[in-house]
């Protein structure tokens, strides 16, 4: 379990992934990170005491779950301050990472930590979600965007038998699982690395059920 900084940053030296490079990048975005929260509120100013552990490793923990050579495209929906998508970039920068916000100064301020972190495969799908024209990615994540049924509603046309989905979901994540309805998955929940009474819901979609679609119009 990481519990401070210091294991935050311990931790995030053993991923392959972090290089010089990468590891710049990250001090970088948790720089840019602190300078626009003085302007608007992209995560709790308590939070930023904390900020390798709360926002940079409970990112970069989804990590260890993709082959690299499956990390692209990935879709994170519901981006915010950019957690995990911009973490995910900064790590994997040759990975397409397409972040979906719908929120015009969270927008801004995606695209704009983009460009200054020199990621030109990181891109802000600036939109509602339902508004997205849907394509098919190897990666779905989501931190804390919706619940579990509602999410899968939303995005599953985005998604394969293949796509690997990454939800971080706090404590209701093994609820959710067990509550789903409707949908053929294989869905699983691991421990956060973050957070002890924390969950990630991990897994693939297969479809709806029968049961699922004859409840649609």
Not at 67 to 77: A, G, I
Not at 152 to 162: E, K
């Amino acid at each position: 379990m990481i519990a401070s900084e210091a294991e935050a940053r311990a931790w995030l030296q053993t991923l392959p992934e972090v290089d010089a490079a990468a590891l710049e990048r990250l001090e970088r975005l948790v720089g840019l990170l602190i300078e626009e929260n003085a302007h608007q509120n992209l995560v709790s100013a308590a939070s930023l005491d904390h900020v390798w552990q709360r926002h940079i490793a409970d990112s970069a923990q989804l990590l260890p779950h993709v082959p690299r050579e499956k990390s692209s495209p990935w879709l994170d929906l519901g981006t915010g301050a950019g957690f995990p998508g911009l973490v995910i970039a900064a790590l994997r920068p040759e990975a397409e990472v397409l972040m979906v916000e719908s929120r015009a100064r969270r927008i801004e301020w995606l695209a704009r930590a983009a460009e200054l972190l020199d990621l030109p495969r990181a891109q802000v799908l600036g939109s509602r979600l339902e508004l997205v024209e849907a394509r098919a990615v190897q990666v779905i994540s989501a931190r804390a965007f919706a619940p579990l049924d509602r999410l899968l509603d939303i995005s599953a046309r985005f998604s394969t038998a293949d796509t690997l989905w990454l939800l971080p979901k706090g404590r209701s994540a093994r609820d959710e699982v067990n509550q789903l309805s409707g949908w053929a998955h294989q869905f699983h929940v691991e421990h956060s690395l973050t957070d002890p009474a924390a969950g990630i819901v991990i897994g693939t979609l297969k479809g709806r059920t029968a049961n699922k679609r004859a409840r649609k119009p």
